[in-house]
């Protein structure tokens, strides 16, 4: 496999860095630092609305609908040059996850509607899958969305949330035939969050951080303008979905960086250890591999082929080495990563900076590897996609 870089490409990753390097200071710092304790709705647009006024903000768009018309490797080039500067990531439930299914399967009206204002960033979007009882086994949902008339009446509740109190609009799947098979009864709505009977309480998290929300929906009237595509075939789009967003979960390029932190903070005091140094070389080996499967998926992707099992594996693979890259950082920094430094007092904090945080991105990537589809889940998607099991 050839991994070098045309001259061309080299260009671009030079202007790429050069946009970079000129966009930093001007965000608030906040935003690069996952330990912040509260970031504002405004703080995680910063750099979206930056890349926006850029042209940037859609790279795998495709050009009509507002993307960068880039190739494969120019994307991956972007994504390694914004891993590297420690850009902040963007949020991807409009962006990654709801924009590619209204390009596939939404109106014309839709469109219009929506995907501007997901690319300026005007319109904040939530995901509405799972429920009490209705996470890895998605398609047990039984939030119910019942016609009549011109609209939609939904009633039920949603959990886990992702930054609900934040958002304009939520993308749901609901029930709309409790008679049929359960994948068969499900359809695709879009809900606007100031919609009366909607209720949004916050889940607080063990380090005391709002990250995820309860949607309770009682009556909610939705226009049947809002419904993507076809009523009864929203596990089709669910999964269309979902297929976008395990192949981003992988996010070598921000794995390399976080690696490479890890290395030299790692030096002040285990640069000598040899069981330790073991486990960092072995950690690097395999998101080596991980990077060539990237490679690969990205190469299929550019013949026009469409992301199978491959997601499922860069799903499992890339979750699992993130937390696997968090537990060597707490192990690195040992007690300094005690996880609740408020009893200190405001001002105070245990050891050195780089120590800030080990903790808490360690509790909160236990997650990675259930969200998206849990890897349990997408061993089975292997098993009957690859092995025909």
């Given amino acids: 496999m050839d991994l070098s870089f045309s001259p061309e490409e080299e260009s671009f990753r030079a202007e790429v860095r050069a946009f970079i390097a000129q966009s930093k200071p001007k965000l608030p710092k906040s935003v690069g630092w996952p330990e912040a304790e509260v970031v504002s709705r405004e703080e995680y647009l910063a750099w979206h609305k930056l890349l926006h006024r850029q042209g940037w903000i859609a790279p795998h768009w495709p050009r009509q609908y507002g993307g960068t018309g880039w190739t494969v490797t120019q994307r991956h080039i972007f994504n390694e040059e914004c891993a590297a500067a420690e850009m902040p990531g963007l949020l991807p439930f409009g962006l990654m996850m709801l924009g590619p299914v209204l390009i596939a399967f939404g109106s014309e009206a839709q469109k219009q509607r929506f995907l501007p204002r997901i690319l300026s960033g005007e319109d904040w979007w939530c995901q509405g899958y799972s429920e009490p009882g209705a996470g890895s086994d998605l398609a047990s949902l039984r939030m119910r969305a019942v016609r009549d008339g011109d609209h939609f009446t939904v009633d039920g509740q949603k959990t886990w949330t992702t930054l609900a109190q934040f958002a304009d609009w939520i993308f749901c799947l609901v029930r709309t035939n409790p008679e049929a098979k359960p994948q068969e009864g499900i359809s695709f709505l879009l809900i606007d969050l100031k919609t009366p009977g909607i209720a949004i309480k916050p889940i607080t998290l063990l380090d005391g951080a709002q990250e995820v929300n309860e949607v309770f929906f009682d009556g909610v009237k939705v226009p049947a303008g809002n419904l993507v595509g076809d009523v009864n075939k929203g596990w089709t789009y669910a999964k269309y979905l979902l297929v976008h967003e395990r192949s981003t979960l992988a996010s070598v390029a921000r794995q390399r960086a976080a690696l490479k932190r890890l290395k030299e903070f790692a030096g002040a005091g285990l640069a000598d250890d040899d069981a330790f140094r073991r486990k960092i070389a072995a950690a690097e080996i395999d998101l080596m591999a991980l990077e060539m499967t990237e490679l690969r998926t990205l190469a299929a992707e550019a013949r026009g082929e469409t992301a199978g099992p491959e997601s499922s594996i860069l799903k499992i693979r890339g979750t699992e080495m993130q937390q696997r890259l968090t537990e060597l950082a ?60």
């Avoid at 430094?341 to 236990?366: C, I, Q, S, V």
């Fill in 330 to 389: 707490v192990e690195a920094v040992g007690w300094h990563a005690f996880p609740d430094t408020r009893a200190l007092g405001a001002n105070e904090k245990l050891g050195p900076d780089y120590a800030l945080g080990a903790a808490g991105r360690y509790f909160n990537l236990r997650k990675a590897s259930i969200y998206g589809g849990s890897n349990e889940i997408q061993r089975n998607t292997i098993a009957k996609a690859v092995l025909g099991l």
